[in-house]
């Protein structure tokens, strides 16, 4: 028997993406032209004007899509099972290829051509032999009920770090040696960093990075559970553990291809001192409950803060910390306190899911780094008013903002309901921005907001708008308002004027406290006054 007609033998008995990759390496070992698949046919190798056979059975229009499925990146597979025209390349572990897909009179036809199998290659091919099988699609016979896979029980997904390529070896070292905060990666384009001032900037001495190589590359990087989101969603999140580092990591696509964002996270914990956070902010982790909220623009420090809160409460109370994170990024070992750290896609399907669920764990404090749904929202509420104390994070300018910003989120007809319960919960909230500091690096400016009996009173009211005549006239409770953060850090000498007027969302108050201190600023928004 011929080396078609042993593989016809075994050809049911693999997966589908397998069939294809052994398909590939006849091509291959057989020094073939092309592979042609084609329904209402067979499988055909040409080598010149030679077409060898390499599977004995008619395949219809289902087999031609099943066969094709896994190696089609998810953008392509709707065109697939609509019978349209797609071009796609597919890496195998015989090498890249070139995958043309079309109709011919209603019968579907793929040419597999085989590509350039450079040094690259050698280096990459055993990624793909670690994805998963193609995910399940929509379509008819598709058994609706079956249940979702199991998620991994492991403790962290951390990728062990001899598994990188020298590519990646090299971007990560250039990365850490300039003590950015970000490193980002773009298909066609330089690397680029987020230097510790807060500008991004080209690394001149890091290569481009085409969008094939880069998506291998970032495939090798990726646990299991997120080659499978990947695959499916086209973006993904993880954390990812260095020998001197640990990196919060978002891949995604844009119009060039892959691109992906790490993020530098401090390998220790830095304490409320450390971060300066006022007396306010560290009384706020000696409650026993209600919901205490840190808010701002991203990448402006919540996650640090947060972390400096968990890690007094750990060195000062004997209590039980659970926190639910996408991804878990600082990590926190056990000291006075029992901490659980539960992440997202990998502990639990959702944070709804698994605020549910820390109610039977018997939490005091429970972290919840993204409230970013209504159901999230409306758990954490509830749990902050059954006895437990509730941390967490929204994307919010302004303390003053974010009651608003939560009622919002809720139906007309609940909204009323909600501000009574965010009346009798919410705690405080602290708000903060990064600015650019006169000698390098970023400091922190603060707004803090605590509810007190007459704060509590305008939640109820629906006069959010006189919070902040509060905060301005409650500084010495431990109030203050960004403008005092930023007042603080110019009269300092920490940041610059102009820093300040910036970064300030109330820039007619703030302009006018420069003024009243003599401190020059230009006029940046023709609407201040």
Known sequence: MGAG????????SVPHVSRLDALIEQLRAQKGDALLIEAQNSLFLTRGAEHVPLVNARLSNEHVVELLWGAAPPDARLSLERGESIEFDYV??????????RTVDGRYFARLTLGEYHDSIDVLHDVQAGLAPPVSREGPGEDDDEPPPALPTTALPATPVTGLRPGLDRFFEVFLRTGASDLHLTAGLPAMIRTADGDIREVLDLPEVSAYDLE???LEIMPQQNKDEWLRTRDTDFAYDLPT?????????????PCASFRRIPGDVLTVEQLGLPQSVVDLCRLKKGLVLVTGPTGSGKSTTLAAMIDWINNN????IVTIEDPIEFVHSPRRCLIHQRQVGVHTISFARALRAALREDPDIILVGEMRDLETIAIAIEIAETGHLVLGTLHTTTAATTVDRIVDQFQADKQEQVRQMLAESLKGVVSQTLCKRKDGGRALALEVLLVTTAVSNMIRER??????SVMQTSRAMGMRTLNDGLMELVKGGVIEPQEALDRAVDKGGIKRELAA???PVTQTDPGVV
């Not at 580092?245 to 291809?257: E, K, S, T």
């Not at 006069?463 to 902040?468: A, L, N």
């Open 5 to 12: 007609g042993r593989f016809a033998a075994n050809f049911a």
């Open 92 to 101: 195998s572990p015989a090498g890249p290829v070139r995958v043309e897909f």
């Open 216 to 218: 291998q590359l970032l």
């Open 245 to 257: 580092a640990r990196l919060r990591v978002n891949i995604f696509c844009d119009m060039r291809g």
């Open 317 to 320: 109370r004997s209590d039980h």
């Open 463 to 468: 006069k959010t708008f006189q919070i902040g």
């Open 517 to 519: 201190a003599r401190f």
